[in-house]
């Protein structure tokens, strides 16, 4: 004979919903949405086998020019954690962040403790022919590409762990122990990126934007100037030509150019001389978002500078 389990009273039934509801409600991350590539790889890193973060701008977009649409507006709202560069680089998203209610936390990484900022250069070969140079000494004149730096990309992981512990404190411990081990990778990846450029340090070089005196500074890197000035207007003829000769000046080996670079305005810089081109990529572009692009940018970037400047990778 088939056994027969007797009903659960009523009262006891309801109390093991409501655990059960509660337990799916602590394990449930908090929503979280992050404003570009690189900064979203680290922050998903950080939130391993716990939850997701959204990425709210388009993988193809550039941080600057961005216009957040309606749709990105109701995202950044639903979230319980914001996290962005700055106005210093996605500055479109300063009204928008400062709209939204108390309920959403806000966190500008560049302000967290650890990082290190650097003003954008607007003096000789940075900023030729420009009739409205930025100044320095404030945020709004900061480089925003900070995670060109790993220890920059180390401190943003504490601060995000720090965050997230405070707001889900049901999976603090995880957090700490995602951002331990994204210390070691990042520790890692410092010393290959070392080893990789050092060889460069040699080769002079020009860039398309002034976007890399993180990468710079931190691994010695002799850039020589940018194509487009501190204001980042399309270069005219006298801009161009003082590119032109600020690469026979220097001696520069390579001019490096962006996913978003017009092929004529590089051209019209390199013509005639004795100078290579390359392609960097600091923003992820043409990476696919997740806890590994941040490794993949920035192992590009050196494959890329050393494909250039030694001719291998």
Known sequence: MPRVFPLLPLALAGALSVGAGARAASDASPVVAVTIKPLHSLVAGVMAGIGKPDLVMPGTALPRDYQPTAADTARLAKARLVFWIGPMLERNFARPLAAISGATEVVSVAEGPGVVLRPIRSAGAWGLEDDTPAGTGDISATDGH?????????????????????????????????????????????????????????????????????????????????????????????RLDAVRHQIQLSRARCVFAEPDSPEAVIDAVTDGLEVRTGSLDPDGIALKPGPDLYFELMTGLAGSLRKCLLGSD
């Open 146 to 238: 900070l995670w060109l730096d790993p220890q920059n990309a180390r401190a943003i992981v504490a601060s995000a762990a720090a965050r997230l512990g405070a707001a889900d404190p049901a999976h603090a411990a995880r957090y700490t122990a995602n951002a331990a081990k994204l210390y070691a990778r990042l520790d890692a990846l410092d010393t290959t990126l070392r080893q990789k450029l050092a060889p460069t340090a040699r080769w002079r070089f020009l860039v398309y934007r002034d976007d890399y005196q993180y990468l710079e500074q931190r691994y010695r890197l002799p850039a020589e100037g940018a194509v487009l000035g501190a204001t980042r207007q399309p270069p005219g003829r006298l």
